[in-house]
T-cell receptor, first 113, second 118 residues
Framework: AQSVTQLDSQVPVFEEAPVELRCNYSSSVSVYLFWYVQYPNQGLQLLLKYLSGSTLVESINGFEAEFNKSQTSFHLRKPSVHISDTAEYFCAVSVPGGFKTIFGAGTRLFVKA | GAGVSQSPSNKVTEKGKDVELRCDPISGHTALYWYRQRLGQGLEFLIYFQGNSAPDKSGLPSDRFSAERTGESVSTLTIQRTQQEDSAVYLC????????????????FGPGTRLTVL
């Protein structure tokens, strides 16, 4: 079985500061990894994903995440955050060939002016 | 095409009543999921459907919860004899669900139904 741990429930940060949202997973088989974002009063949407190939994946709005197999991590980073990045971020894992996705508990990013 | 839609967007009901929540997946998506998100908490898997296979009901919290899906179309989640602890946002998602498509595990979410049980 797979599991996902998001180590921080809330991350407050000032605008233009860097941020890292941590995600660790557990699995005995290879996995697909995802970050989803939920803006206030909106549904979840996919931010970025790792399926195979390059371990560094990027989103269109400046976020990136690196798959680290040895540390079983998929941390999300952004070098300079904006007020508009305030949202809840969910890390998720699924198994190739399977359809069940396990979500972490979420990290609430709060960007302050 | 259109995204995943859910109805109603909000539902207020009295304790003990039955409620039915509806999800329209993206056309062509064979996999459909239901999740529950309680206030301030993460997503709790409830059930998923994949084509004509038997659904995975392992996340349903009690026998008051049930879900149906006709073929690869609309799904309904029914909660009988609602309790206050059922108050949450119920999210539906769909995905391609066919092997070979590189992103077949990517899920597309609807806006959710906010259920309030008084």
């Amino acid at each position: 079985a797979q599991s996902v741990t998001q180590l921080d429930s809330q991350v407050p940060v000032f605008e233009e500061a860097p941020v890292e949202l941590r995600c660790n997973y557990s699995s005995s088989v290879s996995v697909y990894l995802f970050w989803y974002v939920q803006y206030p009063n909106q549904g979840l949407q996919l931010l970025l994903k790792y399926l195979s190939g390059s371990t560094l994946v990027e989103s269109i709005n400046g976020f990136e995440a690196e798959f680290n197999k040895s540390q079983t991590s998929f941390h999300l980073r952004k070098p300079s955050v904006h007020i508009s990045d305030t949202a809840e971020y969910f890390c998720a894992v699924s198994v190739p060939g399977g359809f069940k996705t396990i979500f972490g508990a979420g990290t609430r990013l709060f960007v302050k002016a | 095409g259109a995204g995943v839609s859910q109805s109603p967007s909000n539902k207020v009901t009295e304790k003990g009543k039955d409620v039915e929540l509806r999800c329209d997946p993206i056309s062509g998506h064979t996999a459909l999921y239901w999740y529950r998100q309680r206030l301030g908490q993460g997503l709790e898997f409830l059930i998923y459907f994949q084509g004509n296979s038997a659904p995975d009901k392992s996340g349903l919290p009690s026998d008051r919860f049930s879900a149906e899906r006709t073929g690869e179309s609309v799904s309904t989640l029914t909660i009988q004899r609602t309790q206050q602890e059922d108050s949450a946002v119920y999210l539906c998602a769909s995905s391609h669900g066919t092997s070979g498509a590189p992103s077949y595990n990517e899920q597309f979410f609807g806006p959710g139904t906010r259920l309030t049980v008084l």
